[in-house]
C-alpha cells in the first residue's frame, strides 16, 4: 500500500488503564516518520502466535497478496487500532485496547503481554482522509455528537481531547458505552463539551450490549426505541461511511459493532438527520473475527 511501511516493535511500557482497557507504548526504529494528522488515526498490528512467528510476516509492495497466499494456519492475526500518540522524542506509539477475555488474537496478546514483547505495525507515513484517519470536523457543524463502544473508546477518547484543546465555539456530546463502572475514564472537556458514559454491569444489574447506547440516542433524539439491526441484516461488509462537507449543523460520529452501528444510523436517519452528516464505522461484528 503507497505510503505506508512495516515496523517492528517491542513493549516498552504496560498501563492498566481501567478493568477492560490495558495501554501499550511500542517502541521501535523510525516511528517518529509516522503521519498522525488527526486524532483518530489508525493502523494495523500483527500479532504472533509464537515470538518467533513474526518472522514470517511477507514484506515488500506485494506482501499482501503473499500475505492472503499463506495456510490459514501459518498467516499472522491482523487487527486494526487506534493510535493515541506518536512520541517522536523516544520513537515510540501509544495504542489502548480493549480486552475481551480470550475471545480473539488481540485481547489474548493484551492480557498477557509484558515489556519486551515483540509485535509488527504497518503504519502510515503520509495519512489522508479516509485512509488512515476519519475524523474530519465539517466547518458547518454546530454540534457534535460521538457515539462509542469500548472498541471505540480510544478514538472516541482521542477526538474528545483534541477538542478540549480547540477554541470553536463547537457543543459536544458523546455517549460511550462500556463494559465496568471504573471504564469510564477521566477526559479533558472543553467549554460546551458533555460525556456520558453507560456501563453494562452495574452491581448485580447486567445490560445487553448495546442497549444503553441505543436507549440514550432515543432519549437525546425524543423518539421511541428502534427495531436493532442484527449481523445479518447489516450485511457481509464492514460499515465505513464517512460524513461530507455541507450535511447541516449536526456531525456525528459512531464507532462500534456494526449491527449496533447500524441501528444507531437508522435512528439519526429516522430523526431527520442527513445521512451525508454521519461518520459510521463497524469495528467489530459480533460473532466473527474481524481483520
Known amino acids: 500500500m503507497d505510503g505506508y511501511r512495516f515496523f517492528d516493535v517491542s513493549v516498552l511500557e504496560r498501563q492498566c488503564l481501567s478493568s477492560s482497557l490495558r495501554r501499550f507504548v511500542l517502541g521501535g526504529e523510525a516511528l517518529d516518520q509516522i503521519s498522525h494528522p488527526a486524532p483518530d488515526l489508525y493502523l494495523k498490528v500483527f500479532f504472533p502466535s509464537t515470538p518467533s512467528a513474526l518472522a514470517g510476516l511477507p514484506r515488500g509492495?506485494?506482501?499482501?497478496?503473499?500475505?492472503?497466499?499463506?495456510?490459514?494456519?501459518?498467516?499472522?492475526?491482523?487487527?486494526?487500532?487506534?493510535?493515541?500518540?506518536?512520541?517522536?522524542?523516544?520513537?515510540?506509539?501509544?495504542?489502548?485496547?480493549?480486552?475481551?477475555?480470550?475471545?480473539?488474537?488481540?485481547?489474548?496478546?493484551?492480557?498477557?503481554?509484558?515489556?519486551?514483547?515483540?509485535?509488527?505495525?504497518?503504519?502510515?507515513?503520509?495519512?489522508?482522509?479516509?485512509?488512515?484517519?476519519?475524523?474530519?470536523?465539517?466547518?458547518?457543524?454546530?454540534?457534535?455528537?460521538?457515539?462509542?463502544?469500548?472498541?471505540?473508546?480510544?478514538?472516541?477518547?482521542?477526538?474528545?481531547?483534541?477538542l478540549s484543546q480547540m477554541a470553536s465555539g463547537v457543543q459536544l456530546t458523546a455517549l460511550l458505552e462500556v463494559p465496568e463502572v471504573d471504564d469510564q475514564l477521566q477526559l479533558p472537556l472543553g467549554q460546551g463539551?458533555?460525556?456520558?458514559?453507560?456501563?453494562?454491569h452495574l452491581g448485580r444489574r447486567q445490560r445487553a450490549y448495546g442497549d444503553a447506547l441505543q436507549a440514550a440516542l432515543a432519549a437525546s433524539l425524543g423518539r421511541?426505541?428502534?427495531?436493532?439491526?442484527?449481523?445479518?441484516?447489516?450485511?457481509?461488509?464492514?460499515?465505513?461511511?464517512?460524513?461530507?462537507?455541507g450535511g447541516g449543523a449536526d456531525y456525528v460520529w459512531m464507532a462500534a459493532e456494526a449491527g449496533l452501528v447500524s441501528t444507531l444510523r437508522r435512528q439519526w436517519i429516522d430523526a431527520g438527520l442527513a445521512r451525508q452528516a454521519i461518520s459510521c464505522m463497524g469495528y467489530w461484528r459480533r460473532g466473527r473475527a474481524q481483520s
Open 61 to 162: 509492495e506485494d506482501w499482501y497478496a503473499r500475505y492472503l497466499a499463506q495456510p490459514s494456519s501459518q498467516r499472522l492475526p491482523m487487527r486494526t487500532f487506534t493510535v493515541r500518540a506518536v512520541e517522536p522524542s523516544r520513537s515510540a506509539v501509544v495504542i489502548d485496547f480493549a480486552l475481551h477475555g480470550d475471545q480473539g488474537p488481540a485481547s489474548c496478546w493484551a492480557q498477557r503481554a509484558g515489556v519486551g514483547d515483540a509485535l509488527v505495525l504497518y503504519a502510515p507515513l503520509q495519512a489522508r482522509w479516509g485512509r488512515g484517519y476519519t475524523w474530519r470536523l465539517p466547518p458547518e457543524a454546530e454540534r457534535i455528537w460521538l457515539l462509542a463502544d469500548e472498541c471505540g473508546l480510544p478514538a472516541a477518547a482521542a477526538i474528545i481531547e483534541s
Open 193 to 200: 463539551a458533555e460525556v456520558y458514559w453507560y456501563p453494562r
Open 224 to 245: 421511541p426505541l428502534p427495531r436493532v439491526v442484527d449481523n445479518r441484516e447489516a450485511g457481509e461488509m464492514p460499515i465505513w461511511e464517512l460524513a461530507v462537507p
